[in-house]
């Protein structure tokens, strides 16, 4: 009999899945969880951060070293031309559009931060392309701060999970760590970086959003949807 089948009893129907019990079996299930976005500094990870958007990270992971290649750094890509980086970005879709944002960026990071990206979160959400998901990616995956970044995966096992019942991901964010916070579940569920980075794992692998991985899932006896299709 398989761990998680022998733990099927345990499952409480409509009740919330224990946020520590959560945090600690998905800690030894994606222990070396971090952003899977490529990157060698802050501005790198900004960009790459905001190209993501409608996109996969493998597919950002694919044209960024031609882009930081050639224009490595807010003062080089801010002096680009729109059509050169479009053509490099093309394989994400809406190059144009994309080009414009990160050449925005750039120059916006030169403006007001003298080409530094900065370590907070109003002056980064003030920037083109910088909303407030992006901000928590570089402010936590950087620079080290404990905050949620609320994707379609982190949204979609919050509600399934029993953490929220709501849609929008600020108010995600707030159901989650209100949640965590609320119950004192430890450093590695209170570091909501690192936390955030294993539920975008496990919805990647093993939650997925047609065909949830049920059967081979950790936490399938913790989770009230758990044999659910949603």
Known sequence: MSET????????AG?????????RRLAAEHPDARTELDHHDAFELLVATVLSAQ???????QVTPELFSRW??????????EGDVAAVLRPLGMGPTRARRVIGLARGLLTAHDGQVPDDQTALEALPGVGRKTAHVVRGAWFGHSLLAVDTHVGRLARR????ERTDPRHVEQDVTQRLQARGTGADAENLTVLGLRLILHGRRVCAARAPRCGTCVLAD?????GEQA
């Open 5 to 12: 089948a022998a733990r099927e009893p345990a499952r409480r």
């Open 222 to 226: 913790l989770c009230p949807s758990a």
């Open 55 to 61: 996109t996969t990270d493998v597919r950002v992971n």
């Open 161 to 164: 999970l029993g953490w929220s």
């Open 72 to 81: 490595p750094g807010p003062a080089a890509l801010a002096g680009a031309e």
């Open 15 to 23: 009740a919330a899945a224990d946020p520590a019990e959560v945090a």
